[in-house]
């Protein structure tokens, strides 16, 4: 009896161990929703299988030309199951002041950018997104902690929905190894 009851509490305690280590770290960009710059809903969960990048931007940036870089590549790639979603951050020297509209109109007008665009959010300090803490802490998002540190920081997502790169404000959009990323 006593060898039974060890064993079920041995049971019982490997089975909660995992659970916790799963739900610590384990959980995928697929758990956000979002609203884009035109008002509505937008569900990750819609992004299953593909690769993401996910980019904070700003407009009046030094790195603003990095649209153009992200315009191309999400027009090569997207047939091949690959999106980028836009985030605007004014957190980097007030770089982008503008209206969620302002900045639409600016990324249509200026860029011709045709993915997906978010309503601008905060992408660090105490008002930070929550995507965006999944995006920078470990125990989040199981892979790296990180921090942002400029407008055009890129966050490369596998299909999976984990994280798998971590990509500088200063390497362009199509880099090497962004695109060695997208065609592996």
Known sequence: MKIRNLTLIIIMISTLSARSQKEEGDTTIYQFKVQSLDGEEFDFSTLKGKKIMVVNTASKCGLTP??????AIYEKYNDKDFVI?????????????????????FCEQNYGVSFPMMSKISVKGKN???????????SKNGVIDSSVSW???KYLINPDGRLAKVISPRTLPDDQSVISWLEE
């Open 128 to 138: 930070m997104h929550p995507i965006y803490e999944f995006l920078t802490k470990k």
């Open 85 to 105: 979603v836009g985030f605007p951050a004014n957190n980097f020297l007030f770089q982008e002041p503008g209206t969620d509209e302002e900045i639409a109109v």
């Open 66 to 71: 990095q649209y153009k870089q992200l315009q």
């Open 151 to 153: 407008n055009f920081q």
